[in-house]
């Protein structure tokens, strides 16, 4: 037989402290999405995909594959993420990229022109 029953002190403290993980697991899983990103509240608006479609569709900003084909030549590897924004007047594409080598980049891209702006 067990040295605890469903009525010991035990029983009671694990059941407390199970709820407390549960409520800060979804404090923070619904949390966290809410708050924003310093990297990107500096950057400006972004596009929804259907603007970010219309500003391609009428030539503003240079189609992202275009620019996932200058990434691949210039570092290898693959697009993880990639975001439109409004900055300065003009528009960006902020490229997170994984390098043949296990490297995660974060790229800002000239959306208009295509020219690489920053890696870090």
């Known amino acids: 037989m067990s040295p605890f029953t469903i009525h010991s002190e035990a029983f009671e403290h694990i059941v407390i402290v199970m709820k407390k993980i549960v409520a ?14 310093a990297a990107h509240a500096q950057l400006g608006n972004s596009f929804t995909a259907d603007q970010a479609r219309d500003a391609r569709d009428k030539g503003n900003v240079v ?8 990434l691949k030549r210039r570092y290898g590897g ?35 022109t295509g020219r690489i702006i920053s890696t870090s």
């Open 24 to 37: 800060l697991f979804l404090f923070f899983a619904f949390a966290t999405p809410a708050l924003p990103s």
């Open 63 to 70: 189609p992202l594959r275009d620019i996932f084909r200058q």
């Open 78 to 112: 693959y697009q993880v993420d990639a975001n439109l924004y409004n900055r300065g007047g003009g528009q960006v594409y902020v490229v997170d990229w994984m390098t043949e080598k296990g490297e995660r980049l974060r790229i800002t891209v000239n959306a208009q």
